[in-house]
């Protein structure tokens, strides 16, 4: 693949976490100017929300900003200030969906103008709702950060749905607790589930369809043809759909080609074909999914190497260690031992 076709396919978000970064920033005594600075982008980002940025580029600025400041809970505090005027052109049109279970599917049907890496999936369950939330990264693992803040803007929008008042069952997170989880609770609450298998919000079944008495469906119309006039500035790249699919199939045992397509409303011939046309090759995505989600469950030390495989899509521990070994050079229990 040329150079300019890889970097037009790079993974990106809204610039708008930028300026609650540098609020944040100078609060914990950091130069914002000078990161952004450090990893190529330009000051005018700060200002302006609704540009597009490298994933990666975040990223970058809240690891190195987070070890100047000594602080674990960047991402988190820049999550606590976020308000529904954040999702930008989205906000009139979910403002005004009647359920929460609503306002998910629009955030889904539109996530192309937020950001192509965070991926929300709902499971139902008799009592209760689990709202995964997974990122798709260019990196290795995606870091405590940009998961805490996900998880922080999504908390804010369920409880502009549910009210001021709502907190959730539990809050869930692959990563390893930090040594202080004051700020956590702080935002989430009290039940805090750290070294789980997932990172998301459990809630109330009900809550999904609990109808939003402010609600306007004439005003939703309106947004949504408003956001419909809205010019495309890029096409959608299919292997960051593949990737999303992949990352929210695979814990349920359902990652082949077949049941990726199935899930994007396509062949598993069509789908090889247009990804082979981005250059692209499934087996490559899955692998890459596969790599980053058993490191990071081997990190947070919370697992046995059987319940990772199953995590991982592998019906036995065999097949997953000799996976791993041909991936790291190493066996996952010697791994996890170091």
């Known amino acids: 693949m040329n150079p300019a076709r890889a970097q037009h396919m790079t993974i990106q978000v809204r610039s708008v976490t930028l300026a609650k970064y540098s609020a944040i920033a100078r609060g914990l005594g950091?130069?914002?100017?000078?990161?952004?600075?450090?990893?190529?982008?330009?000051?005018?980002?700060?200002?302006?929300?609704?540009?597009?940025?490298?994933?990666?580029?975040?990223?970058?600025?809240?690891?190195?900003?987070?070890?100047?400041?000594?602080?674990?809970?960047?991402?988190?505090?820049?999550?606590?200030?976020?308000?529904?005027?954040?999702?930008?052109?989205?906000?009139?049109?979910?403002?005004?969906?009647?359920?929460?279970?609503?306002?998910?599917?629009?955030?889904h049907h539109y996530r192309h103008l937020l950001s192509d890496s965070v991926a929300?999936?709902?499971?139902?369950?008799?009592?209760?709702?689990?709202?995964?939330?997974?990122?798709?990264?260019?990196r290795r693992h995606p870091g405590r950060q940009p998961v805490e803040l996900a998880l922080a803007a999504l908390f804010s929008l369920c409880r502009h749905q549910l009210g001021p008042h709502w907190m959730p069952r539990q809050v869930h997170f692959v990563h390893a607790a930090p040594q202080h989880t004051g700020i956590h609770h702080r935002v989430f609450g009290a039940h805090l589930e750290f070294g789980s298998d997932f990172d998301g919000i459990v809630l109330d079944k009900g809550a999904l369809d609990q109808i939003n008495?402010?609600?306007?469906?004439?005003?939703?119309?309106?947004?949504?043809?408003?956001?419909?006039?809205?010019?495309?500035?890029?096409?959608?790249?299919?292997?960051h759909a593949v990737l999303r699919a992949v990352h929210m199939l695979m814990p349920r045992g359902q990652h082949s080609i077949a049941q990726v397509g199935q899930q994007l409303g396509m062949s598993a011939r069509t789908l090889q074909r247009q990804l082979e046309q981005e250059g692209a090759n499934y087996q490559t995505l899955l692998n890459g999914v596969r790599r980053e989600q058993a490191l990071r469950l081997i990190a947070a030390r919370a697992?046995?190497?059987?319940?990772?495989?199953?995590?991982?899509?592998?019906?036995?521990?065999?097949?997953?260690?000799?996976?791993?070994n041909q991936q790291f050079g190493v066996s996952p229990s010697r791994w996890k031992e170091d």
């Open 30 to 107: 950091i130069d914002p100017l000078s990161m952004l600075r450090h990893v190529g982008l330009a000051p005018g980002y700060l200002a302006t929300p609704d540009l597009r940025i490298p994933e990666i580029s975040l990223a970058h600025i809240l690891d190195a900003s987070s070890k100047t400041a000594s602080s674990n809970s960047l991402g988190l505090l820049m999550g606590e200030t976020w308000r529904l005027s954040d999702f930008g052109v989205l906000s009139l049109l979910l403002q005004h969906q009647q359920t929460l279970r609503q306002t998910l599917s629009a955030l």
């Open 120 to 138: 929300i999936d709902i499971t139902e369950h008799p009592q209760v709702a689990v709202l995964r939330c997974a990122l798709v990264t260019e």
């Open 213 to 239: 008495p402010s609600s306007d469906p004439n005003m939703a119309r309106y947004a949504q043809d408003f956001i419909e006039l809205q010019p495309r500035s890029e096409p959608r790249q299919l292997r």
């Open 303 to 324: 697992h046995s190497i059987t319940e990772i495989a199953q995590l991982l899509g592998f019906a036995e521990t065999s097949p997953f260690s000799r996976w791993f």
